[in-house]
C-alpha cells in the first residue's frame, strides 16, 4: 500500500506562485510514474504533468512552459512548481502514483488533494 500525502495548497493572486508537494509513504518500491492532476468545479479530472521513474516529463498544454514537475527519490517525494497561475489553475490537485506490482499489473495510488485558489 502506498499512501500520498499532498501539501502546498492555498490562496494566490493571478500570476502568483506555488509549490506543490507530494510524499509517498508504505510501500514505495516500484513507483514507475508520480503525476499530478486537477479537477474544477464542474470539471472531469485532468492530467497536470507526469514524472517517470526515469525523469521523462510529460505536461498538458494548459500548463506547459509555466508548471514545472520534479522529484526527489530520496524522499520519495514529488513536487510541481507553479508559476504564472491565473484562475483557470484554480482546482484540487491530487497526487498520483503508478506502482508496477508485476508485468502489465499496476497499481494507482491518489492523495487527498489540496486546494489550489487563483483569485485577486
Known amino acids: 500500500q502506498v499512501q500520498l500525502a499532498e501539501s502546498g495548497g492555498g490562496l494566490v493572486h493571478p500570476g502568483g506562485s506555488l509549490r506543490l508537494s507530494c510524499a509517498a509513504s508504505?510501500?514505495?518500491?516500484?513507483?514507475?510514474?508520480m503525476g499530478w492532476f486537477r479537477q474544477a468545479p464542474g470539471k472531469q479530472r485532468e492530467l497536470v504533468a507526469t514524472i517517470t521513474s526515469g525523469g521523462s516529463t510529460n505536461y498538458a498544454a494548459s500548463v506547459k512552459g509555466r508548471f514545472t514537475i520534479s522529484r526527489d527519490n530520496a524522499k520519495n517525494t514529488v513536487y510541481l512548481q507553479m508559476n504564472t497561475l491565473t484562475s483557470e489553475d484554480t482546482a484540487v490537485y491530487y497526487c498520483?502514483?503508478?506502482?508496477?506490482?508485476?508485468?502489465?499489473?499496476?497499481?494507482?495510488?491518489w492523495g487527498q488533494g489540496t486546494q489550489v485558489t487563483v483569485s485577486s
Open positions: 498520483n502514483a503508478l506502482r508496477r506490482l508485476g508485468p502489465s499489473v499496476n497499481a494507482n495510488y
Open positions: 508504505g510501500t514505495v518500491s516500484n513507483i514507475n510514474t
